[in-house]
DNA sequence: CTGGGTGCAAAGGCTTTGCAGTGGT
DNA sequence: ACCACTGCAAAGCCTTTGCACCCAG
């Protein structure tokens, strides 16, 4: 599904800025943080304003076209929700890269939750370390 | 252990600051951000600074006194990291409850990523929903 | 044409920092 | 006495908001 027919199908109108936002976390291999993804928004549609990034992120996000990760130190990080379904983050310290993981921890979780009446609407897994490349760099075993 | 004592463990001054910081967190029963810290702690010692809330929650967190949690929505939460040894939680969006959970992740984790070369150092999981005293106030099955 | 969407500017909230003075050991 | 620690005030950063204009449907 191309971006156009993403937004149409959310009853949302189809802006040069939301195309751009979509095509900047589509294009990207890895979450950006808001301002992050600011920048890359402008070299595509220089221009475009804060505010209409942030206003847009809460919309895509309430809308379930995107994946909020908390960050370690504050702040967030976005990802477009692809189709391969729901997965988490390993996240580098050394680099930054963030490489997804099919495990979900909820899994296990969820029965045991329910027995005990509570009702999970969303939840929060990252990992944060060291990847191999980053370990030798930082000379670390 | 006392409070003093975990301090000179650690090999930082006891000072009233320090002190009223952890006294309130030891008395709280759920986690605390940093400002909802600050406040408590301005009852048990009026004139304390924002700031000195701030750069205690880094040292007690570095030293490992502590623990902290991302929040849905920016901020983090606090705790005093007690002997019970390591947990997750489940945070109620109704009432703010945190339900400490003993399952951790990591366990089924840790040795895909040592094979993968990835040496994971922090983590963080939590899960947010609604009790079952919220669902009844909402009025959700 | 009509309301959702945007830009602009300003305010807001939380957190960090520099500096001088204080107090724990 | 020394240096970690604190208070104060200011700055910093990211994010949100009000308002007028604009453009997608």
Redesign the interface.
Known sequence: MNIDEMLKQKQLKVTPQRKAILTVLERSESVLSAQELFREVLELLPGTNFSTIYRNLDTLLSRGLLCRI???N???LYEIRREEGHHHH?I??GCGAS?P?D?C??E??NC??EE?????????????????KC?KQHR?P
């Open positions: 908390p960050r370690e504050g702040g967030d390993v580098c310290k490489i993981v495990f921890p909820m296990t979780l045991q939750l005990y009446g509570f009702t999970p609407t969303e939840h929060h897994f990252e990992v944060y370390g060291l990847c191999s370990k670390i």
